[in-house]
């Protein structure tokens, strides 16, 4: 299906719709060897695009997977410690997916993984307020420190959110956050006397990790992509 070139351009990464636009009236952008300077161009996938002599690749349709990752694991495709990764739990055909944020050595649950990195990026940037759940095991519940963490604080000089929290019971906390800075929900629990002993998180958005079985991976339907997208 033929699509306006600047979409092109704009759906492959490279800039903005835009920006692609302003580049086509430069005469940056050429079609099959032809230089174009007119938006009112379509194109597609069998085309040859390229902007200044770098050819432009249509993007490969997004695919997002849950994944239940282990305890005991490092985020990351290799570990100078030796320590195991997550890309040791999975299957070949899965390894070259890229993980959406990471999550701490000893946490567990849903890890998010997508072959779109722009997609990765974008979730994860603290402004878009994508709400991650935690079911949090901590070693008391310090009712005033709670408060503290519900309404937002700052330890060592960096200010986090406000947490949603939810009692469970005396030591299980439910913890959604929106903001997703490094190891937040173990630092602000700590410094409000309800230090972690386990954390697990069970949702990234609208995708839940379900019943999925530790260290196996599903695949996100297109419909629930499209309502994570939608939160962006």
């Known amino acids: 299906m033929k699509t306006r070139i600047a979409k092109f351009i704009s759906?492959?990464?490279v800039a903005s719709r835009r920006a692609a636009e302003d580049m086509i009236a430069r005469g940056m952008v050429y079609v099959n060897g032809e230089k174009?300077?007119?938006?009112?161009c379509f194109v597609d996938a069998s085309d040859r695009i390229e902007i200044n002599g770098t050819p432009i690749v249509a993007r490969t349709k997004?695919?997002?997977?849950?994944f239940h990752k282990p305890i005991n694991t490092m985020t990351t495709a290799?570990?100078?410690a030796g320590r195991k990764t997550i890309y040791d739990c999975m299957l070949p055909e899965y390894k070259n997916l890229k993980y959406v944020g990471r999550l701490d050595y000893k946490t567990t649950g849903l890890l998010l993984l997508t072959n779109d990195g722009e997609l990765a990026r974008r979730l994860t940037l603290p402004t878009s307020h994508v709400p991650r759940t935690y079911?949090?095991?901590?070693?008391?519940?310090d009712a005033a420190g709670l408060v503290r963490a519900r309404a937002g604080t700052m330890v060592d000089g960096i200010s986090y959110r406000p947490m949603q929290i939810d009692i469970l019971s005396d030591n299980e906390l439910r913890v959604c956050v929106d903001e997703g800075k490094k190891n937040e929900v173990r630092i602000v629990l700590r410094a409000c006397?309800?230090?972690v002993r386990k954390l697990h998180r069970i949702s990234f958005g609208p995708i839940e990790l379900g019943n999925l079985s530790v260290g196996q991976i599903r695949k996100i339907n297109q419909k629930t992509i499209d309502a994570l997208l939608k939160t962006l």
Do not use: F, K, M
Not at 36 to 40: E, F, K, S
Not at 62 to 66: F, G, K, P
């Open 11 to 13: 759906d492959s990464g």
């Open 135 to 141: 079911i949090a095991t901590v070693n008391r519940i």
């Open 62 to 66: 997004t695919e997002l997977y849950a």
């Open 36 to 40: 174009i300077t007119t938006p009112v």
């Open 78 to 80: 290799h570990d100078p």
């Open 193 to 195: 006397g309800c230090p």
